[in-house]
């Protein structure tokens, strides 16, 4: 008897299986043994519950189909299948992951970039609001090529969102740009441009100012004399102190002149008495 039996083998294992919502699925198992092996179907570790969409149907000895239909989020899980019979199991796993159905949409630029002027030397940025499903790809172009990060440029993008950013813009920066964004769905395209401001002749601008600010100097310095000149207002009065010297003395020789006026009659009466 011991001859004649034989534990259960799986000629085809259970695949992973991935699926939308609302879709069906099917594992298919083969399995041999003697005698013919009993299954037992389990779903994260517990009996798996049939139901009009989950049905297990036997093809043939060997031949097993578990059907689940119209799949939904909760079917996603480990399903686990044993095989058993006098000689001993057999065991296969596999998993199902069933993820929410998302309904198509074209891809689109829902705000598209500005066309901006900076000086040079500035830092400019750029945004596009985007959508689609499945999320489109971004693509940023200028002169015909596609824009890749470096030193000075930047694109970032999000699931909605895309970004080119350029520091210490250039004369070769200047020109026509444009974004484009595309999925399975669709195709959209927004152009702009970027202008870099030119600066005034540097004759007009740097040479004319020079005068305006070298002129103030003179008159700065000319108070300088404004302050010395009160020296000389402070010194004048000493000769008008010292004159006044001279016009006291000066009555002496008044005084003295009279001396000759009394004295001079003494020869006039002199004479006179000699002629007598």
């Not at 049905?55 to 939904?72: C, G, K, N, P, W």
């Not at 015909?144 to 030193?151: A, L």
């Not at 020109?175 to 152009?191: D, F, I, L, M, P």
């Not at 020789?253 to 007598?276: F, G, I, M």
């Amino acid at each position: 008897m011991a001859e004649d039996t034989m534990r259960p083998m799986f000629k085809r294992l259970l695949a992973n299986i991935e699926c939308v919502e609302g879709q069906s699925v099917q594992f298919d198992l083969r399995v041999s043994g003697t005698p013919p092996p009993t299954l037992k179907w389990e779903k994260d570790g517990k009996p798996l519950e049939c139901r009009p969409q989950v049905e297990v149907v036997q093809q043939a000895v060997d031949h097993h189909i578990l059907y689940i239909r119209e799949t939904l989020i909760e079917d996603s899980g480990t399903y686990r299948v044993t095989a058993t019979n006098s000689a001993g199991s057999a065991t296969a796993t596999a998993e199902v992951a069933t993820k929410k159905t998302k309904a198509t949409l074209a891809a689109k630029i829902l705000t598209k970039p500005q066309s901006q002027t900076v000086s040079l030397g500035e830092s400019v940025r750029f945004t596009c609001d985007i959508d689609g499903e499945p999320a489109p790809t971004v693509s940023w172009m200028f002169a015909g090529r596609t824009i890749v990060t470096s030193q000075r440029v930047r694109v970032t993008t999000t699931q909605y969102k895309s970004t080119l950013e350029i520091s210490s813009v250039e004369y070769s920066d200047e020109g026509n740009y444009s974004v484009v964004v595309e999925n399975s769905e669709g195709r959209q395209e927004a152009k702009f441009t970027l202008t870099i401001s030119k600066p005034a002749p540097k004759a007009e601008v740097v040479k004319s100012p020079e005068p305006a600010v070298k002129s103030p100097e003179p008159s700065v310095k000319s108070p300088e004399p404004s302050v010395k000149s009160p020296e000389p207002s402070v010194k004048s009065p000493e000769p008008s102190v010292t004159s006044p010297v001279p016009s006291v003395k000066s009555p002496e020789p008044a005084v003295t002149s009279p001396v000759p006026s009394v004295k001079s009659p003494e020869p006039s009466h002199r004479p006179r008495d000699v002629l007598q």
